[in-house]
T-cell receptor, first 115, second 111 residues
Framework: AQSVTQLGSHVSVSEGALVLLRCNYSSSVPPYLFWYVQYPNQGLQLLLK??????LVKGINGFEAEFKKSETSFHLTKPSAHMSDAAEYFC?????????????FGRGTQLTVWP | NAGVTQTPKFHILKIGQSMTLQCTQD?????MYWYRQDPGMGLKLIYYSVGAGITDKGEVPNGYNVSRSTTEDFPLRLELAAPSQTSVYFCASNKDSYEQYFGPGTRLTVT
């Protein structure tokens, strides 16, 4: 069965610092992987996705993530944090077989950006 | 193209009452989903549908029911509401690319 672990429920960085949000997955089939962002009182918005093409994926707002099969990881990074990046971030892995089309979400990481 | 819309945005329900959360998508997506989001718990799948007339249970279906009579609509029914159903509910849809598109959510309080 597919599952996602996000290390760190809260991450705090200073404005201009590197952002690193960790995601590890387990999947019984080659996965599709996603990062979503949720701003306060809003729905989830897709940041980026890995669908078995390039292992380094670039998304919106300067974020990127690298798929590492040997480490079963898909960590999200941004070189320089901005105040507007403060939000909750969710990693998700696709289902397979009888769960085709479904996504399995991690518990989320709340990112705080200090001025 | 409105995407995924949900109504209502907010609602307060008394214990034991019933209500229906509405979800509509205009992207001709065959898959639709209902999630609930509780603080620190991520998203839990309640029910999903792979097409009109076909629904299936997710991880946390107890206390809920769904129907899918059209491609566009996927209402979620709460029967005999309980305080444990206080949550934020999200509807989502996708086609074949796995990427799910989310609605803005319904914040429900059962008191």
């Amino acid at each position: 069965a597919q599952s996602v672990t996000q290390l760190g429920s809260h991450v705090s960085v200073s404005e201009g610092a590197l952002v690193l949000l960790r995601c590890n997955y387990s999947s019984s089939v080659p996965p599709y992987l996603f990062w979503y962002v949720q701003y306060p009182n809003q729905g989830l918005q897709l940041l980026l996705k890995y669908t078995s093409a390039a292992t380094l994926v670039k998304g919106i707002n300067g974020f990127e993530a690298e798929f590492k099969k040997s480490e079963t990881s898909f960590h999200l990074t941004k070189p320089s944090a901005h105040m507007s990046d403060a939000a909750e971030y969710f990693c998700a892995v696709s289902g397979g077989g009888s769960t085709l089309g479904r996504l399995y979400f991690g518990r989320g990481t709340q990112l705080t950006v200090w001025p | 193209n409105a995407g995924v819309t949900q109504t209502p945005k907010f609602h307060i329900l008394k214990i034991g009452q019933s209500m229906t959360l509405q979800c509509t998508q205009d992207m001709n997506h065959n898959y639709m989903y209902w999630y609930r989001q509780d603080p620190g718990m991520g998203l839990k799948l309640i029910y999903y549908s792979v097409g009109a007339g076909i629904t299936d249970k997710g991880e946390v279906p107890n206390g809920y029911n769904v129907s899918r009579s059209t491609t566009e609509d996927f209402p979620l029914r709460l029967e005999l509401a309980a305080p444990s159903q206080t949550s934020v509910y999200f509807c989502a849809s996708n086609k074949d690319s796995y990427e799910q598109y989310f609605g803005p959510g319904t914040r429900l309080t059962v008191t």
